[in-house]
């Protein structure tokens, strides 16, 4: 729920730094997406990012992270969020989701996405599709939003009742901590949380299931998956709040193309 911590809004020179990380973290996913394929296991796509980041001279954000013993989180199939790279070996038609972080300069970027590997449930596609949309949706919602509560409502009107709305895991803000204030809910509440200013910076992440939204963690102490088995999705992108409209920090053209459909401009720092 939203806090009444101090939420740290960026100058535009720690947005710029912040965009660093950001790239780093899309060239990470991207290389973990062309990777992706049956036969690799789950550890195998930790390392392509891994090095990404190392070649950029740049840090992982999640290794050490409480424990965390990963470069990335990867949850296959009803593992929502927080999932362990290890032997786990992807198979054809698994729903698998990718969560990646950077840190340059002492500034992060956070940013996933989900992927079905072929051949395709069209059911696991349209979770996926879904999943997307909804976090778009809540990022263009920033673009007008006068408080905070507005992205939530734009996500879950976006997913409209057809898929569940996982509620125990929620965006943030971002900086020089990977969490910081303020919590970004996915849903509508009736609070209408801080005031959307300049400077702001946050990672909307919403996570969407094919039944049952429950959760549960397992005993790796990590790993959350749904109770009923039901598929998962998660994306996930930072985007900053400038003066002059949006710009999505993770994502490689700004934000620009998925924005653009929603008529919303993408106003990169020069």
Known sequence: MFGRERIQLKTP?????????????????????????????????????????????ATPSFKGYHGFPATLCVSVNAEVVHGIPGPQVVQPGD???VDCGAIVEGWHGDAAFSVVVPPACAGDV????ATEDAMWAGIAALAS???????????????????????GYVGHGIGTAMHEPPDVLNYRVRERGPKVRPGLVVAVEPMLTDGSADTAVLADGWTVVTTSSA???HCEHTVAVLP????????QDGGAAELGRRGVPVTPLA
Request: negative net charge; without cysteine.
């Open 145 to 167: 939003a006068t408080r905070l509560g507005e992205v939530g409502a734009a996500v879950e009107d976006s997913v409209d009742g057809r898929y569940g709305i996982v509620e």
């Open 95 to 97: 729903l698998v989701s």
């Open 231 to 233: 598929r998962a999705a």
């Open 126 to 129: 349209a979770l996926v599709a």
């Open 244 to 251: 002059s409209g949006l710009w999505v920090l993770t994502a």
């Open 13 to 57: 020179d720690q947005v710029t730094l912040m965009r660093r990380a950001g790239l780093v973290v899309a060239h990470a996913l991207a290389a973990v997406r062309s990777s992706l394929a049956p036969g690799m296991t789950t550890a195998d796509l930790d390392d392509v990012a891994a090095e990404v980041i190392r070649a950029a001279g």
